[in-house]
């Protein structure tokens, strides 16, 4: 049991998702608890980051599996007895890898696979995390979307994957509806063109830029927006 707030971040052994837990773990009043599929990644994550003087926790959790979600809802009720901030960063982008670059290649395979981590993910930790949070009447969720699911600016290509962020910014529009009489506030963010894995070398920002938004949604002061979507900590259209 600890009074600091529970932070939960999935997909948090690399990339964008590392960074979040990073900078979140630098505030006195959270603990992070740093997911990832593969637990060997995941301590090697937290030691990382212990060596900079941050303790971090570690759970695994593949994210689209529902049995991972009820362990981890359980682990952190029994640990903790509270969760107060999900941030459902983990995501893939199989489109181009595949060779499914335009719609026309687009295969229902690749479109499920995409949905079941972008979407169903977090649809399903929310609702095994959502009832804790509302234990204490607080909770802060952030989904790290794309501009890629602009739909005001939807290109072409990348179909899956436009497909699950288009469908992500409706689960946090959905949740920020059925939570709005509550402090549980619910918001999607776009995090740029981040050099990572997936966004690769040439992208023009680094994972510190590409955090902060989701950072700053995840420790929103209680009168804060509910149901929005950010860039650079101001409000982009859907
Ligand atoms: N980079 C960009 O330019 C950019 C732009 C817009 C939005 N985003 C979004 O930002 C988020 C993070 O992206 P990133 O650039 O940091 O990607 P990344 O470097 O490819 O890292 C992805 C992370 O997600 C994890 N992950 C993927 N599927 C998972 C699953 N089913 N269960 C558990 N973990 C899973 C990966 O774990 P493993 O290490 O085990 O694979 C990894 O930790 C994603 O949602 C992405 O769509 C990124």
Known sequence: MTDK???VVT?????IGFEICRQLARRE???VVLTSRDIAKGQAAVQKLASEGLEVSTFQLEATSAADISALAQWLEQ???RVDILVNN???LLDQQRGQGSVFAAEIDTLKETMDNNVYGPLQLCQALVPLMKKNGYGRIVNVSSGMGQLGDMGGGYTAYRFSKVSLNALTRILAAELHDSLILVNSMCPGWVKTDMGGPSANRTVEQGADTAVWLATLPNEGPSGMFFRDRSPISW
Request: hydrophobic share 30%.
């Open 5 to 7: 707030r529970i932070a």
């Open 11 to 15: 997909g948090g052994n690399r990339g």
């Open 29 to 31: 009043d959270l603990h």
């Open 79 to 81: 640990t903790y007895g």
């Open 90 to 92: 983990a995501g893939v």
